[in-house]
């Protein structure tokens, strides 16, 4: 056998609310993947329910640098698969992540992860951390403001990204638009600067959550119910249909008392944080 890497790579929540395809953020959650090179053999190891070709995402990634023939995958992930955590993402940039490793670390992984996942926001933050704005190809990003807190809500029912994508038009109008506008820039002050109430009113939107709530009306409802329930707010993750809740850390504790009874039978709660360190990789 020959050499062997490891990637880790967090998931991540993208738009934030008003920052469609611009806003995201690493959450303390992780895939891993270990790559070994086995002379002759291809094979992709998981227990998860993905596939084992050369279809698998882990491996398009991979061979965006490196031909997969001759390495074994071994993929590990506690990354709900429930959608809109940014398991594509975490995907291809654990694959690219550990070719670069293998080939010498000078490909350009930020432009070949978003070639392969069409947008920017979650494989940004995936290979950078923290809270990032994807601006011309590049990456702005900005450290979680002290004293905030993010819960989880992953939905045990998928719902399917394409679907997401369809129920969006091709065109919004000019109002919705410059509310966003405004949204995003208060809450980018907001997270710069660690004012929480600013936070909170930038959280936002009218350009995608309500025009998808179809295909999540649990999830919208925690959403448009989350000031009640003593958070900061809420905002679809991705696509959806998974929820981030932000919080005050002092009031962390009371949110999720309050929201356990809501979720009860067709979600997972947990708290996450935002996961500061981007994707790694090491030889083993």
Same mark, same amino acid.
């Given at each position: 056998?020959? =050499?062997?890497?490891?990637a =880790?790579?967090?998931a991540?929540?993208a ?6 395809d %611009?806003? %995201? ?11 070994e ?7 992709? !190891? ?5 596939s =084992? ?9 991979? !061979? ?6 001759g390495f074994?995958?071994?993929? &590990?992930?506690e ?10 993402a975490a ?14 670390? +000078? ?11 069409g ?5 940004a933050a995936?290979?950078?951390g923290?809270?990032? *704005?994807?601006i011309d $190809?590049a ?6 403001p ?15 990204? &394409?679907?997401?994508?369809? @129920?969006?038009? @091709? !065109?919004?109008?000019?109002?919705d ?6 949204h995003?820039a208060v809450?980018?002050?907001?997270? @710069? ?6 936070v909170a &009113?930038?959280?936002?939107d009218? *350009?995608?959550?309500d025009?998808?709530a ?5 999830? *919208? ?5 989350a ?9 679809i ?9 932000w919080a &005050?850390?002092? +009031?962390?504790?009371?949110? *999720? ?6 979720v009860? $039978? ?7 944080a935002?996961?500061?360190e981007?994707a ?5």
């Amino acid at each position: 056998m020959g =050499r062997r890497v490891l990637a =880790r790579v967090p998931a991540s929540s993208a738009n934030l609310g008003p920052g469609f395809d %611009a806003f %995201a953020a690493a959450l303390g959650i992780h895939m891993e993947l270990e790559v070994e090179e086995t002379p002759g053999v291809f094979a992709v !190891e998981t227990d998860l329910p993905i596939s =084992r070709d050369r279809r698998n995402l882990v491996v398009r990634g991979f !061979e965006r640098l490196l031909d997969a023939e001759g390495f074994t995958f071994r993929i &590990r992930s506690e990354i709900p698969l429930c959608g809109g955590l940014g398991t594509s993402a975490a995907a291809y940039v654990a694959g690219l992540l550990a070719a670069d490793h293998l080939s010498g670390g +000078d490909g350009d992984l930020l432009g070949a992860a978003t070639e392969l996942e069409g947008h920017p926001d979650n494989v940004a933050a995936a290979l950078f951390g923290g809270i990032v *704005i994807c601006i011309d $190809g590049a990456t702005v990003a900005l450290a979680p403001p002290a004293g905030l807190e993010l819960i989880l809500i992953a939905p045990d029912e998928p719902v399917r990204t &394409r679907l997401a994508r369809d @129920a969006l038009p @091709a !065109e919004v109008p000019l109002a919705d638009a410059v509310f966003n506008v405004a949204h995003g820039a208060v809450l980018t002050l907001g997270l @710069a600067t660690g004012d929480l109430e600013l936070v909170a &009113r930038g959280l936002a939107d009218r *350009i995608h959550q309500d025009r998808r709530a179809h295909l999540y009306p649990n999830s *919208i409802e925690l959403v448009r119910r989350a000031g009640e329930l003593g958070a900061l707010g809420a905002t679809i993750s991705g696509a959806g249909p998974a929820v981030l809740v932000w919080a &005050r850390e002092a +009031d962390t504790q009371r949110v *999720i008392a309050e929201l356990e009874p809501l979720v009860s $039978g067709w979600a997972q709660l947990q708290r996450v944080a935002v996961e500061a360190e981007g994707a790694q990789v090491s030889e083993l």
